[in-house]
C-alpha cells in the first residue's frame, strides 16, 4: 500500500510545489497588526484547499487570528491530530533577502520564502500525505484531525483557547507536529524536549524629553548608559546568566542524554558555516549542542533609542528599550524566571531612571518519556520516508502548543521535523529543501498509515 | 543715538517676528540628506533678505551646504563679524511636538519651532540690530560682516576650509557669535569657555545575518549584549569615565573659576523640572554647573540593533550599532581622545565580535582671557541691552567654528547668548523668547555701536 502511495507523491511533485507556492505568497505575519488580514486570507485559503481534498474544513474566528479546523470524513475508531502553524515570522530586514520573501523561488533544489520550512512547508508536507493517503487508498485507518493556527510566531493563546475549551471533542490517540529539525541533510529526528521561553520588553527612562547633550550633559542619566548596563549585568562575558537564583530549577542531563549528545556533536564547523560568526562563543563547561538543547539563554532581540537617523544628533535620549527573550530549560518555571529578572533588573537600575519592565509572554520547556510507544511508530515511519535511521534530540527552540496537548490532552506528541536547521527560520533568505518536503510527506503518509 | 536705535526696534517687533517666522519655516536639517534642498533654499532667502537691508550680499556654495556672506557698504576702519548658523537639527520624535516643528507657532511670549533658540532666532536678533542702526544712524561706526553657515549641527567643514581659505580677507577686530545661553531670564551672560566633542559610531557584529535564538542561542555571540557591555565598561555608574587615561590632561578650575561657579551653581531644582529627571546625577565630587561647564562626558546619543518593531521576534541580532558622543574640555585633545576610545573599545571587544569605531567628528575645548578689553565691550552691550549686568559663564556645549576664528584670524571670540537652558535646543519643543530675541537685538546694536 506505501508504494502506491509514494508513487501517488512523486508523480505529483510538481503540482505540490505550485500549490505551496501558493500557500506561501500570504504574508501571514501574525505579530504586526498590519498584517491582519494577510493572516486571515492565508486562513481562509488553507481551509478552501482542505476541502476541495474533501475534508470536513472550518476556518474558526478566535479573538486574534483564524484556527484551520479540518477532519477526515468517515467514521474510524483511532483518531490522529497533525498540528501546524500558517503564521510567519516578519521578514525584515528586506533588503538582505536574494529574493522576495513572498515571492516563492525555486531554486538549488530549495523553495525559498518566508514561512518556506517553518511552518508552512512542513505544514503542507502533511496536508500532501492525506491527499496521497486519500487518492491512492480511498480511505485512511484512522481519523486524522488538522489544527492549523494563526498566532505561533507572536505568542498568541487563541488555539490554547480553543484546546481547552473543545477538550472533550478533541480526544486522539497522539498528536503530530512537525515544526522542529532534522539532525542533518541525511538523518531525521524525533524531538523529545523543548526549550521553554521568557519574552520581555524592557523599558528605560530618565528625562522626559530628549535633550541637548551639552546644555545638560553631565548632569542628567542617560537611559541608553542604564540600559547598556542591566543588559550587560544579567550576562556575563563567557556567557553565564548573573541573575540570582536563575540556575536553582535547572535539571541535571541523564547519563543516557550526555551520551546522546556527545555522539550527535560536533557541529561547531556547520555552525560558523550557517552563522558567519567567526569564533564559536557560550557558557563554559558544556559542548555546543549542550549549549543550545539543554542550557537556558538570556537574549536581547532588539534594542532602540534616541536618534537612530543619518549624521548625528548631540542629545541624551529620553528613553531606551531592549526586547529580551530568555530561553528556559527542564524543570525552569517560566513564571518564576519572569519574576526573577524583573526584580533583579528593578534591584540593580539606578535611582535617577525609571524602569518598566512588560512580560510579553511565557511558555514553558518540555522533555518527553522516549520510552513512549508512540516514538516507536515515528521512528518506524521516519525510517521509512527516509530510509534513514532517525536519532533522538532535543531542540532550543519552543514550541508552547506543544505543552497545551500534553497538559490538556494528556497524549504524547511525536515531533517529527522535516527541516534543516540551515534553513534559516527567523532569519532571511529562509527555505525548505524540496527533497525534505517530498520524503516528509512519505513520512508522515507512512506514520499515518501505521496508527 | 542708541534710543533712537531702541525705538526703532520696539516699534518693528511685529514685522521682525513674522520675518523670522519665514525663517524658521525653512526645514534646513543639515545632518539629513533628504533635506539638503530645504537647507540650500533656506540660504537663499536669507541672502535675499540681507540684500533688501542693503548688505552687499552672497549665497557661497561650497562641497555641502552654503555660506551666506553678507558685508554692509561703505567704508570704516574697524571690522566686526558676525557669525551664525541657518542650519538646525533633526525634529525628530514628530509626535513628542505640540506644534509643528516648522509651523512657528507664538504662545506665551515665545515662538516654538525647530531652530528658534538654536540658532536662526538668535542670528536674526543681530541681523535685525544691523538693520535698526542702519534705519536710524544712517550708517556704521564699523564694517559688520555677516558669515551664517549651514552645517553647524552636522559637524561639517566648509565654512573652516572657507576662513582659511579666505584668511587675508577676513581680517577683523572682533568675532560675536550668539549660539550660547542667558544664565538665566534676566540675567545675560558672556561665555568664555566652551567643551569640544568627540562623535563616535560604534558597530558591533557576530553573525553574518540574524539567526533565530531558539535554534542558535547559547552558541553564538549577541551583539546587543556585546555592545551594551562596551558601554558600560566605557562609563561607570557613578558617571565617572573608565577608559584609561582618559583624565591625563583635564586642567584643573583656577580658584576664581570655583568661586564664580559656587556662585552660580544651585541650579538642581530647575534643572528637574527642565527635563524631568526624577532625580540629579553626575560624576561624584563636582556641583552640577562644573559637571555641565567643565567636565568630560560620554553619552550614548542613539542606539539600535535587531527587532525593534511590534511584537516579538525571537532573534539574534547580526549586529547592534550605536552612535556616542563625548564631550571633552580644556586641556583635553580631541583626536587623541578619539584614539583612547578606539583602543580601548578594540581592547575589550570579545574574539568572537568584530568591532568597527568610525569618527564622525571631533572639535577642540576653548577657554577664552577674560581680561580681554572685548568682553569689555560686550558686558557693557549687554547690559545696555537687558538692563541687567551680565555674567560670565563657561558653556557645556560645542562650538567648533570659535576654534577656527580663534587659532586662524587670532581674535577673541565674544560669545553673547540670547538663549535660555529651557529654551529646548536640540530637543522637542524648541522656543525662543520673544522677550530676550528684542533685548539680544538691542544689546548687538550697543555693541556694534560701541566699536
Same mark, same amino acid.
Given at each position: 500500500m506505501m508504494q502506491h502511495c509514494f508513487d501517488y507523491i512523486d508523480r505529483n511533485q510538481g503540482r505540490f510545489l505550485q500549490e505551496l507556492q501558493q500557500f506561501l505568497r500570504f504574508p501571514s505575519v501574525s505579530g504586526d497588526a498590519g498584517y491582519k488580514e494577510d493572516v486571515n486570507q492565508c486562513a481562509l485559503w488553507l481551509t478552501d484547499h482542505l476541502k476541495k481534498l474533501g475534508l470536513d474544513a472550518h476556518c474558526i474566528s478566535t479573538r486574534r487570528h483564524p484556527i484551520v479546523r479540518a477532519a477526515t470524513r468517515?467514521?474510524?475508531?483511532?483518531?490522529?491530530?497533525?498540528?501546524?502553524?500558517?503564521?510567519?515570522?516578519?521578514?525584515?530586514?528586506?533588503?538582505q533577502w536574494q529574493t522576495n520573501p513572498f515571492k516563492p523561488d525555486l531554486r538549488d533544489g530549495f523553495i525559498y520564502a518566508r514561512g518556506a520550512t517553518d511552518d508552512k512547508g512542513q505544514l503542507f508536507a502533511h496536508i500532501k500525505a492525506v491527499e496521497s493517503l486519500l487518492q491512492t487508498a480511498g480511505r485512511l485507518p484512522c481519523e486524522v484531525l488538522f489544527l492549523l493556527e494563526g498566532e505561533e510566531e507572536s505568542g498568541g493563546s487563541s488555539l490554547e483557547e480553543y484546546?481547552?475549551?473543545?477538550?472533550?471533542?478533541?480526544?486522539?490517540?497522539?498528536?503530530?507536529?512537525?515544526?522542529?529539525?532534522?539532525?542533518?541533510?541525511?538523518?531525521?529526528?524525533?524531538t523529545y524536549g523543548l526549550r521553554g521561553t521568557v519574552a520581555l520588553e524592557v523599558k528605560v527612562k530618565t528625562a522626559a524629553f530628549p535633550v541637548h547633550s551639552g546644555s545638560y550633559g553631565?548632569?542628567?542619566?542617560?537611559?541608553?548608559?542604564?540600559?547598556?548596563?542591566?543588559?550587560?549585568?544579567?550576562?556575563?562575558?563567557?556567557?553565564?546568566?548573573?541573575?540570582?537564583?536563575?540556575?536553582?530549577?535547572?535539571?541535571?542531563l541523564a547519563d543516557w542524554e550526555k551520551e546522546n549528545i556527545r555522539r550527535l556533536d560536533g557541529r561547531d564547523r556547520n555552525l560558523?558555516?550557517?552563522?558567519?560568526?567567526?569564533?564559536?562563543?557560550?557558557?563554559?563547561?558544556?559542548?555546543?549542542?549542550e549549549r543550545i538543547w539543554t542550557r537556558p539563554t538570556f537574549e536581547p532581540n532588539g534594542i532602540s533609542g534616541g536618534y537612530e537617523g543619518e549624521g548625528m544628533k548631540t542629545i541624551i535620549? =529620553?528613553? /531606551?528599550?531592549?526586547?529580551? &527573550? +530568555?530561553r528556559v530549560v527542564p524543570d525552569q518555571n517560566p513564571q518564576k524566571i519572569a519574576g526573577l529578572v524583573s526584580q533583579?533588573?528593578?534591584?540593580?537600575?539606578?535611582?535617577?531612571?525609571?524602569?518598566?519592565?512588560?512580560?510579553?509572554?511565557?511558555s514553558w520547556p518540555i522533555l518527553f518519556d522516549?520510552?513512549?510507544?508512540?516514538?516507536?511508530?515515528?521512528?518506524?515511519a521516519l525510517q521509512c520516508g527516509f530510509g534513514a535511521e532517525p536519532v533522538y534530540m532535543r531542540c532550543g527552540g519552543s514550541i508552547p502548543v506543544v505543552n497545551?496537548?500534553?497538559?490538556?490532552?494528556?497524549?504524547?506528541?511525536?515531533?517529527?521535523?522535516?527541516?534543516?536547521?540551515?534553513?534559516?527560520?527567523?532569519?532571511?533568505?529562509?527555505?525548505?529543501?524540496?527533497?525534505?518536503?517530498?520524503?516528509?510527506?512519505? =513520512?508522515? /503518509?507512512?506514520?499515518?498509515? &501505521? +496508527?
Open positions: 468517515g467514521s474510524a475508531s483511532k483518531r490522529v491530530i497533525l498540528y501546524g502553524h500558517y503564521d510567519v515570522q516578519p521578514a525584515d530586514p528586506l533588503d484546546i481547552k475549551a473543545e477538550k472533550a471533542n478533541l480526544a486522539a490517540d497522539a498528536v503530530i507536529l512537525s515544526d522542529t529539525d532534522m539532525y542533518d541533510e541525511n538523518t531525521p529526528a524525533l553631565g548632569a542628567i542619566g542617560n537611559p541608553v548608559t542604564v540600559l547598556s548596563r542591566l543588559i550587560s549585568s544579567c550576562v556575563g562575558p563567557d556567557g553565564r546568566i548573573l541573575i540570582p537564583g536563575f540556575y536553582e530549577d535547572v535539571r541535571p560558523m558555516a550557517e552563522t558567519g560568526v567567526r569564533k564559536i562563543f557560550g557558557e563554559p563547561g558544556f559542548s555546543t549542542l535620549p =529620553a528613553f /531606551a528599550v531592549a526586547k529580551i &527573550s +530568555l533583579y533588573l528593578k534591584s540593580i537600575c539606578p535611582e535617577y531612571a525609571s524602569l518598566e519592565v512588560t512580560v510579553l509572554s511565557t522516549v520510552d513512549n510507544p508512540m516514538f516507536q511508530a515515528g521512528r518506524k497545551t496537548f500534553w497538559q490538556v490532552l494528556e497524549k504524547p506528541v511525536i515531533l517529527m521535523g522535516f527541516g534543516l536547521n540551515s534553513d534559516g527560520a527567523h532569519s532571511t533568505n529562509e527555505r525548505f529543501k524540496i527533497n525534505n518536503f517530498i520524503r516528509g510527506a512519505k =513520512a508522515s /503518509a507512512a506514520l499515518i498509515a &501505521s +496508527l
